[in-house]
């Protein structure tokens, strides 16, 4: 909630028509995260929402800079188990028993992105299609849950090399800056001081690579 108090001052203190302020609400529609395809089947990713304030400086016809402030929440759960395996005796080697696992693992992240765009407006009708494009910088925070469990019988887990990292429910955070270029399309409608401006943005974020795709509801005034 702190964010929207320096826009609310601006929009106090400014001009009519030079600076125009607001919330932009909306639904990703691509998945939060790279997609790992098959080498995590047992993957999911929630991340449904987007929400913020948003500040337009308007320049002269028809171009401004946008500035938004969007919070996004998302969840990424994957789990995978394993059969227990027994590699066969060699000419010198005793067999070697793999036990059966199960691991999992939750990631719940809290990401700001803040894009810096600039405007265009065609027109001057109360229906204005509108361009956008300039870049995202993104701050992610993550808290990670991860655990791993030995399946098999006592035996086999306590003589597996891996037996210290069984049984074991671990917790981890880390953040993550990234940067990338944003571009959007949408069309703004005018209702006397308020502005409804339905549009898609397209963001492209790197460190992991991930393309992002948002439905975008804007409400200015």
């Known amino acids: 909630m702190r964010l929207f108090i320096p826009f609310l001052l601006l929009a106090a ?7 125009s302020v607001g919330v932009k609400a909306g639904i990703p529609a691509t998945n939060a995260l790279p997609d790992y395809g098959a080498y995590y089947p047992g993957m999911i990713d929630t991340g449904r929402w987007t929400i913020g304030p948003t500040i337009e400086f308007h320049l002269f016809s028809g171009l401004s800079i946008e500035v938004d402030a969007l919070y996004r929440g998302y969840r990424q759960d994957e789990s995978f188990a394993s059969g227990e395996t027994t590699i066969p005796a060699g000419p010198s080697t005793a067999p070697i028993t793999y036990p059966a696992i199960s691991f999992s693992n939750q990631t719940s992240t809290k990401a700001w992105d803040v894009p810096m765009l600039l405007k265009y407006r065609f027109g001057t009708r109360r229906f204005r299609p509108f361009v956008d494009a300039g870049a995202t910088f ?20 306590g003589t597996s090399n891996f037996q210290p990292y069984y049984n074991q429910l671990n917790h981890s955070t880390f953040t993550m800056n990234t ?15 308020f502005k409804l401006a339905p549009e898609v943005r397209f963001t492209h974020l790197s460190n992991p690579t991930r393309n992002l795709a948002t439905v975008l509801l804007g409400f200015t005034f």
């Open 138 to 157: 993104s701050h992610t925070s993550s808290d990670v849950t991860s655990s791993i469990v030995c399946l098999s019988s006592e035996t086999v887990c």
């Open 13 to 19: 203190v400014a001009p009519a028509q030079v600076i």
């Open 179 to 193: 940067f990338g270029p944003t571009a959007g399309v949408g069309v703004e409608y005018k209702i006397g001081k």
